[in-house]
């Protein structure tokens, strides 16, 4: 089992800046795939950033390349997301998951097999 706690959402004007972080505990950390999901409301949940376990690959969707950056600290059981730039679009409850295969990057989100309560990111124009 793995329990994720995420943190650092809130209220942020267009152009700004948010970090968000998700705790982990209950597994060894460092075999994870970690994950940052997004969710809209009337809209279908999807993939923002993922990390394997070296740091080393990474992968982004489209909409956030350049704005966006996943990181984690394998010593802290850390995953960040930080967010600049950002858009009224970013707005939604932001997710952190885990993926145990950690041969692939996984992009959907039936391939993560635990999930934190999320946290809420407004972005006002």
């Known amino acids: 089992q793995v329990q994720l706690v995420e943190s650092g959402g809130g209220l942020v004007q267009a152009g700004g800046s948010v970090k968000l972080s998700c705790a982990a505990s209950?597994?060894?950390?460092?075999?994870?795939?970690m994950g940052w999901f997004r969710q809209a409301p009337g809209k279908e949940r999807e993939i923002v950033a993922a990390i394997r376990r070296s740091s080393v690959v990474k992968y982004y969707a489209d909409f956030v390349k350049g704005r966006f950056t996943i990181s984690r600290d394998n010593a802290k059981n850390t995953v960040y997301l930080q967010m600049n730039s950002l858009k009224p679009e970013d707005t939604g409850t932001y997710y952190c998951?885990?993926?145990?295969?950690?041969?692939?990057?996984?992009?959907?989100?039936?391939?993560?097999?635990?999930w934190g309560q999320g946290t809420q990111v407004t972005v006002s124009s």
């Open positions: 998951a885990a993926c145990t295969r950690d041969w692939v990057l996984s992009r959907k989100a039936e391939e993560y097999d635990y």
């Open positions: 209950g597994r060894a950390f460092g075999t994870l795939v």
